[in-house]
Structure formats: C-alpha cells, structure tokens
C-alpha cells in the first residue's frame, strides 16, 4: 500500500511503530501530487520545500521523543487561510499577490500540532459558489470524473483528499462549502458548531455564518483534526468559550436507541432517486444498528435560500469593502482616488463576487434594509427554531447533503439562482449555527458519490461523530478510490 | 426593473462595464424575486437573529501588546513610500 492512500490515523500508528518517517509520508504524498495534479488542480501554491523542511522537523522531533497530534501529517489548506509568508490568494485576482504577514489561528494550531503544510487548495473566489469554476485562477476537476466539478467552495481540498493528494484539509463552509464537495468527492466534511472554531486569519465572506472545518478521509481523522483546530481564541471575540472535548472518545460508541429525525421537507421534488434511494438505504442501515428514525419537520426549510443570499451578501458587501488597492491586493490606474478605488474594484473582483457585492449593498441600501436585511434576520430565527424543536425530539438529523451527485463543469454556470439552489440542504444549517457532517452513503450508477449529511445540536459534534463512524464502519463506501 | 444599477455600482465602488450593467441587472431581477418569497411569511414581533450562539460583548484588559511592524504592515503595499502607503491625489 502507498503511503499517500493512507489517514491520519493510520499513518500516526505507522510513524509512532517506526514503519514510516514523515519524510518518507510526504515523498510518497508529492509524487502522487506529481502523478494526477494536471488532471484535479487541486491546488493554487504548493509548497514543497517547506513541507519537506516541516517533514525533516517532524522526524527529528518523533526521534527525541516529541510526538504531537498530528506529527509528519500532510494537510491542506484551503487557501482563503492566511499561511505566514506563504501566499494566500482566496482564488481572486485581487488577492493574486498576497503575502500574510501573520498566521491564521488553524493553521498556527496545526503547527503546533507538527503538521506538514503540502499547500494552498483552490476554491470559488472568496467562497463564493457551489462548484469552485468561480475560482479567478483555475478550474479544479472531481477526481471521480473529470469532466464533472468537485463542488464547492472547498472543491480544492474535497479534491485533494479525493485524490490523495494529502492526507487531510481544511476547508470553510458558510452554506455547505465543507459538505457540498465533501459529498461530491465522496469524502467526509465537518462544518462544526458556529464559534467551535476561531476564524482569524480566514479571510472573511460572512462573518456571522462561516466557519472553518476538516475535510478527511474517514469518520476518525475528522475527530482528530477537529480536536487540533477547536477551542476558544482570544483573537476571535466569536470563538466560543466552551470547553473542548476529546472528539476522538466518540468514535466507536454505539448508536443503539439513538433518536435520529428525517426531516419530511428535505425530500423534494427535483431531487436525484438515486441520492433519495440511498439516504433512505442509509437511514434502514442505521436502524439496523439500533438507531430510531422518527420523521420531523423543519417548516421553514423552502425559504433558507432567499433568507441566505440577503444575509451573506450583505454581510459580503461590508467585508469586502477593504479591497480598495490602498493597503494590499491588486491595484488599477485611475485619475483620482476615487476612480482607483473602482477600477481596482472592478478588474479584481470575478463576476459572481461583483454580483454578490451589488445584492449585497441593494439589501443595505436606505428604504431597503428593512425590506430585506431585517426580514431575512427575523427568517432565520425562525430557521433557527425550527432545528431547535427538532432537535428537543431526536438526537440527531438526516438529510441528504446535495439533492445530486456531481454535475458537469459548465452545467451551472450560465444560471447564479441554480448554482444557489445546488446548496438547498446545507444551507439552513449555517442560519442555525448547529454542526453537521457530510459522509459518503454510496455511488451513483454512473459511478460519483452521494453524500449523507448528519445534523446536531449546537457543540455535540460528539454524537455526529458517534453516529458517523457507527455507519462509516457499516459500509465500505469510504474504502473506495478514484480510478486516476 | 427595481434597482438603478448605476446608483448601485457607485455605493458598491465597483466601475461596471456596459455589458455587466445589463447582465447584473437581469440576475439581481431574478434573485430578487425569488427572494421576494420571504414575504409568504408573517414575521410581525420575530426577533431578528444577528448571530445564532448568545455572546456579551466581549472584552478584554486594555494592555499593549505586539503588533505588526511598520514594515511588515506596508509589504503588501501596491505602492508606498518608505514610511506610508501612497494613493492617487485626493483634493485637485
């Protein structure tokens, strides 16, 4: 078996028994990155001789017996991340030249936990899009079919993982970036609790709704990488002060008597049979394991979407109001101060970011706010009630992640409303600040993964990651590669 | 159509071409009315939601610490002196 096919944990066993160094893991990671990376495009910036650097690091502190979490691992990092001195493009033309002068808390906890940074993964620009062909850089392929997308935004560091072009990633996820490519690329995604996870140094798109999360291999690497990024930062006053348990500790529990809610509104017309067949395959499976499914209801679910693309592209037009071509970032010609600031603007910025930039400021604008900015504030409470409720009754949710499997590259892009709509599960989940988890629930019969998505209450990322494994090691969905 | 797309682009400091003005246009138009859909809802006396877990105001001491220096500050500068970002001139 190549190193690179292999998760965090398995690799962890490996180098703490001596069979494998970290130099050796990310030789073996970089020649499969050699291998395929023309075909995914995964990634915007690799930095192989850091990792190389980190890797002989990492050796020498196993040999003197210092052996942290994630010792020798190869890891993504999405790159809307800010990585010191390495730079950090968020896939806009804008942010081309961007080099942080400061770490991001994750990543600076990754450190700390002796990771090897392989490099900066692709994403829609600034996060924005279901797909990643929004990226001003590249466009990434699903390792699955590369004539399909990996989904998005996170689609580099789905693909990546996919791919074994590293071990694990970090993705974001404000409406289903984490989960939507996770599912896509038959991998699993957590998007945590909102204020699980510091955000400095994520380069912000809305700040009430994003929120920083693994993308792994298997149900046991997402407990380990949620256990190195989690905990209170004092440089994020949204960082929750809660305690952080061993996630870990909640692999390999048994589900019997879980009470598991299948929300009746989650299965809608237009929706793939295929995907339906196998949520409703994956909810008898885990009532084989002692789980008990209940249907519920979350009646607000039809306006999650118009609710959302008010909130984060208002939230949008206010962040990124900082690209003015003063301080940082590319920088147009212009006869005045003025003028600069909207060339500079217009050249670079993409279409979906200028679009998203103008709703935003339209929902924000006078005689308007309270029309939409509000109205949309007051939907997501009662979004927010609904799971609430729910979650009084059940222990958990299960619902699709993507009403499809991958689509083809292209498919989309003509249409912004249906690219919107593509986030139709994941969605109401950010409005609620609640965790969920994306794991694979099987393939298509054109062979592309569908997802299964596990919803909780706020700060029991615990019993998601009960439940998942329990499942996970139910199936053998998540032992199958990609044909690359 | 609802939205002056020329007021729009100047509160937003984004200088669209002719043919992004048309084509904006046409998708705010349909995102707005889909979003229009919110209004099936009574929301009379809902609580707006700001953000989703409940936080005070977060505070803490008021003592110096470290922060970026001057020049690790100006490194990213499109253009600057060696003291001061520089911009195209403000007042005629």
């Known amino acids: 078996m190549e190193l690179y096919r292999l998760g965090v944990q398995e690799l962890l066993d490996m180098m703490r028994r001596g069979e494998a160094t970290a130099s050796e893991v990310i030789r073996s990671v970089y020649a499969r990155i050699d291998n395929v990376e023309d075909r995914i495009r995964a990634y915007v910036t690799l930095s192989r ?5 980190m890797a002989d690091k990492a050796d020498e502190d ?31 033309k804008i942010l081309r030249n961007f080099i942080p002068p ?28 279901s797909s990643t062909e929004n990226s001003g850089l ?55 609790t909102y204020g699980r996870v510091s955000r400095y140094g994520l380069v912000a798109f809305a700040s009430s709704l994003d929120q920083i999360g693994p993308i792994t291999k298997n149900v046991t690497d997402c407990s380990l990488m949620l256990n190195a990024i989690s905990g209170r930062d004092p440089l994020d006053s949204t960082s929750a002060p809660v305690e952080t348990p061993d996630f870990s500790s909640f692999v390999g529990r048994e589900i019997k008597g879980m009470r598991i809610g299948i929300p009746k509104e989650y299965f809608i017309e237009g929706m793939d049979p295929e995907v339906e067949a196998a949520v409703r395959e994956a909810v008898r499976r885990m009532e084989g394991l002692g789980a008990a499914p209940v249907e519920v209801s979350l009646p607000h679910t039809g306006y999650a979407v118009a609710a959302y693309y008010i909130l984060c592209t208002s939230e949008a037009s206010s962040n990124l109001a900082r690209y003015d071509g003063v301080k940082y970032g590319f920088r147009a010609g212009g006869k005045d101060l003025m003028d600069m600031y909207m060339r500079s603007r217009a050249e670079g910025f993409g279409p979906e970011v200028k679009l998203r930039i103008m709703l935003g400021t339209y929902a924000l604008s006078s005689g308007y706010y309270d029309a939409y900015y509000k109205k949309a504030q007051q939907v997501r409470t009662l979004i927010k009630n609904d799971f609430e409720r729910a979650l009084t009754d059940v222990d958990i949710l299960v619902t699709p992640t993507s009403p499809t499997a991958a689509f083809k590259l292209g498919e989309k892009t ?18 609620a600040g609640v965790p969920a988890v994306s794991i694979p629930c099987g393939f298509t019969s054109g062979n592309l993964p569908m997802g299964l998505q596990l919803i909780g209450r706020h700060f029991d990322e615990g019993t998601l990651l009960q439940a998942a494994y329990a499942y996970e090691q139910s199936t053998e969905w998540h032992k199958r590669k990609p044909a690359l | 159509m609802k939205v002056s797309i020329e007021h729009l682009s100047r509160l937003a400091r984004l200088s669209l071409s002719d043919e992004e003005k048309t084509r904006f246009a046409a998708n705010l138009d349909s995102i707005l009315s889909y979003i229009d859909k919110l209004n099936e809802l009574d929301t ?28 690790e500050a100006l490194l990213n500068a499109p253009d600057r002196t060696e003291k001061f970002y520089r911009v195209p001139k403000i007042i005629e």
């Open chain 1, 49 to 53: 001789e850091e990792a190389m650097k």
């Open chain 1, 62 to 92: 196993m040999k003197a017996g210092d052996v942290k979490p994630l010792s020798g691992i190869p890891i993504a990092i999405k790159d809307n991340m800010c990585t010191l001195g390495i730079r950090t493009t968020c896939s806009s």
């Open chain 1, 102 to 129: 400061y770490e991001s808390t994750v990543t600076k906890r990754l450190l700390e936990g002796g990771y090897v940074l392989t490099g900066k993964t692709n994403l829609d620009e600034f996060a924005m899009g």
């Open chain 1, 138 to 192: 590249q466009v990434t392929r699903n390792p699955w079919d590369t004539g399909r997308i990996p989904g998005g935004s996170s689609g580099g560091s789905a693909a990546a993982v996919a791919a074994d072009e590293c071990i694990a990633a970090l993705g974001s996820d404000t409406g289903g970036s984490i989960r939507q490519p996770a599912s896509l690329c038959g991998v699993v995604g957590m998007k945590p």
């Open chain 1, 414 to 431: 003509d249409d912004p409303l249906q690219m919107y709509l593509a986030d139709i599960f994941t969605i109401s989940v950010n409005l």
């Open chain 2, 44 to 71: 009379a006396g809902v609580e707006p939601t700001s953000h989703v877990i409940s936080l005070a105001t977060v505070v803490r001491e008021d003592v110096p610490r470290e922060s970026l220096s001057r020049e």
